[in-house]
């Protein structure tokens, strides 16, 4: 268990996980240069209203330009992601979840294929939640979320995820419609009625071992206006678009509000959201790997110990395989 008692699990949190705004991020580059920046740029402080326009800009790079040099760290940081997996998973006690939103185009697949190129695919899983199907209907909105959970010693990438309920659901209002919601026991606001789920459930996988992180990657309108053109003026990007993207981005307004709420709402000590800025992405891949390192690195992984039996074991494996002969255990 993450944390051992029901009754000091939130002074531990307080303690150990707490994320200080003000802290300063500094990130060597080439060991040559630095990015430095405050936590509060790229972090939703719990208990704290922000607003997505005022305070988090989407082309923020810290002030900082070498994308080669960026890149090299990327590099780094996916070898340096490979041993806290092959850790997490020897150890076998935490899981870590990814969770990653965002607008249409704003990189969520290009971060995943680069950030996590170097895990072991057998210690790594992506699940991507699209419309929900029939079946998904069938049950609360959570129940898919729920299957698709990493187990122990494994990183779950939740490729958009539940918070899609508060999100395209509050956009497109006639899909609550379809999900049957007895209304004798719909609270009279839905939207803050997910959020205290959410943050219960988030309180739930953490006291259980699994940490979540949750990664909002802001793209600004006309950055995603450049990729759609992008992928409209290269061949081999069309299979990307459809019309639907285009109709999505009619509702941009609507949807910079309902991200808004979410991130103010559903920011907790144990889960806080990171909005990553994606108008760059050699800075949002450095951003996001540099995040995701941190947090594991937090859990402070470790190989597990090898008992003194265990040792006597393998020194008598080694003696067969160099002498042929296994050498006899002491009485």
Known sequence: ???????????????????????????????????????KKIMVTPGRKISLKKDFDPAFTAGYDNR???????????????????????QNEYAVLIILQAMDAAGKDGAIRHVMSGVNPQGCRVSSFKAPSAEDLNHDYLWRAAKALPERGMIGIFNRSYYEEMLVVRVHPEILANQRIPSAVADGNVWKQRFREVNHFEEHLFRNGILPVKIFLNVSKEEQRKRFLARID???????????????RAHWDEYQAAFEEVLNYTSTEIAPW??????????????????????LEWLKLKFPAVTAERRAELLQIRETLTNGKARKSPP
């Open 1 to 39: 268990m993450l944390v051992p008692a029901r009754n000091n699990w939130r002074i531990i949190v307080s303690l150990q996980w707490k994320l200080d705004p003000k802290e300063k991020i500094t990130i060597d580059i080439n060991k040559r240069e630095k990015a430095e920046f405050r936590l």
């Open 68 to 90: 080669a040099g960026a890149a090299d760290t990327v590099s780094a940081n996916i070898a340096r992601l490979s041993v806290l997996q092959e850790k997490l998973y020897a």
């Open 234 to 248: 290269d061949a081999d990007k069309n299979w990307k678009f459809s019309m639907c993207d285009v109709k999505e």
């Open 274 to 295: 990171f909005v990553i800025p994606a108008d760059h992405k050699w800075f949002t891949r450095l951003a996001i790997s540099e995040v995701v390192c941190r947090k």
